[in-house]
């Protein structure tokens, strides 16, 4: 399908997309109405890179950092954390935390989420406090610290050194002379103070270390109370609503429209008929506009304009000489047929031609309404050769046409004896038949005698499907025209039609698109 046949579903649909749309956006508008508001709080915590290579190599340790970072959010969403600050804050449920490392940063973030927003603010701000505090906690092993077991060992080297000393002072004072015993202790003294020395400077490493480890995570953003909800977020949900709400519409109207039998446009009329389309005549104000009867348009220049293209298009139909009987009928009723025939008529007249209307709908006649006629005589008296046909032809109001109403109803003579003795016994069989009387010979022989006195005889029929009228007078015209009327045909009508039509042997058929709009002419089907 090309972009006109989408173009053209959207428009026919456009209630069934705009109420899909607005119900999908008034439920989801609903649903945010009738949602508890959430509000959430974070606090950003920095963790800062201090590994076990830190201070001799002087470059951050990411990977100790990485795997520091995903321990406390361990931590942050343990049983004993949530335990501590459902007993902390006195919460009535259970709090809802979610902590985020913020990739390429030594940051993490740590949201709470809660219906009160300052219940959200204080649960982010405890739940920073015991990351911060396990971070202090978590290099005590045994309860001491690697500085307090230092300590204790320098203390116990400080005793023995001085001791040491005080030996080797001692045996200076008392055996001067043995040189063994005072080297030996000279060498006691001076390993331990090499192990002194070498305990100061593990204590001052440990002591920075531990320092900086102690301060190794902080508050860079404190938890502020929130002032919006963050749960619904109602704008983004209505947006949401409304583009599924399009979505669902349009495919709703895409499956309607596979189901719809109706031909909406006259791309649509003439890919089921596969004929010639001899005219478009435009909806005007909602519905066919009818040419006045005096001749006058009535302000519809289109209207008039459209008819006299279906005029020429018609008599120039066929090659060797134009058609000089024409029937006009449709598929079913309501379709126009008899107002485009009055209308054609007009046209045909403004051309010079004399026309000669008849009213073959022997079920509902109507032309003589149109035209303001008498219809005490017409189409049944002279087919009953009751009347002569001079007797049943009217002038119109319009210079050049003529009308044959349908007459009188037809009577039954075998259902009325009294009319027996009145009726021609040839006649009975036909007017029992009803309809019938419009194949016979004298049908024929009327067409034949009012060509030699106008120029063209145009045949209003009742509606092929409703009964057989105009498939039995189709033979015996030069030219049928099919009124197709979009929003209201029916496909399978219309192909009923065409079969019916073509099993009668009809020699040409040219088909009218009546109530064309104007959007059916922008959005109309482009097919070969």
Known sequence: ?????????????????????????????????????????????????????????????????????????????????????????????????????????????IEAEATDPVVARDLAAAAAEIVIRQSQEQFRGGGQSTQEILARQIAQIERELEQARTDYDTLLEQQPENTGAISAATQSIQLKERTYASLLEQYESARIQEALRANSVFIVDAAETPSQPSKPRTELYLALGLIVG?????????????????????????????????????????????????????????????????????????????????????????????????????????????????????????????????????????????????????????????????????????KSPELLHITPSSLVGRLEQGTELLGTREMAQLIEQLKTQYDVILLDTPALLSVTDAAVLAPLVDSVVLVVATERSQRDAVRAMLELLDSVKVKSIGVVINRESQKAKRYAYHQN
């Open 1 to 109: 399908m090309e972009i006109q046949t989408y173009l053209a579903i959207f428009w026919r649909r456009k209630w069934v997309i705009i109420s899909t749309a607005l119900l999908s956006l008034i439920t989801v508008a609903a649903i945010a109405y009738l949602t508890t508001p959430v509000y959430t709080s974070s606090t950003t915590l920095r963790v800062a890179t201090v590994g076990a290579n830190t201070l001799s190599t002087g470059r951050p340790d990411i990977e100790y950092t990485l795997r520091l970072m995903n321990t406390y959010a361990n931590i942050v969403n343990s049983r004993n954390t949530r335990a501590e600050l459902v007993e902390r804050l006195e919460l009535d449920e259970r709090p809802t935390l979610t902590v985020n490392i913020i990739p390429g940063t030594e940051l993490m973030r």
């Open 246 to 414: 399009l979505v669902l519409g349009i495919g709703l109207a895409f499956l309607l429209d596979s189901f719809d039998s109706t031909l909406h446009t006259p791309g649509q009329i003439e890919a089921v008929t596969r004929l010639p389309t001899v005219g478009r005549i435009p909806l005007v104000h909602g519905r066919a506009a009818i040419i006045d009867v005096n001749g006058t348009t009535n302000g519809y220049q289109a209207h008039m304009e459209a008819f006299r293209r279906l005029r020429v298009n018609l008599l120039s139909a066929v090659d060797s000489e134009p058609p000089q009987s024409i029937m006009v009928t449709s598929a079913d009723a309501g379709e126009g047929k008899s107002t485009i025939t009055a209308n054609l008529a007009l046209a045909m007249a403004k051309s010079g031609r004399s026309v000669v209307v008849l009213d073959c709908d022997l079920h509902k006649p109507t032309l003589h309404n149109v035209f303001k006629l008498s219809n005490e005589f017409g189409l049944t008296s002279v087919l009953t050769k009751q009347v002569s046909v001079s007797g049943v032809v009217q002038k119109s109001a319009i210079p050049y046409v003529s009308v044959i109403t349908s007459g009188p109803a037809l009577l039954n003579p075998g």
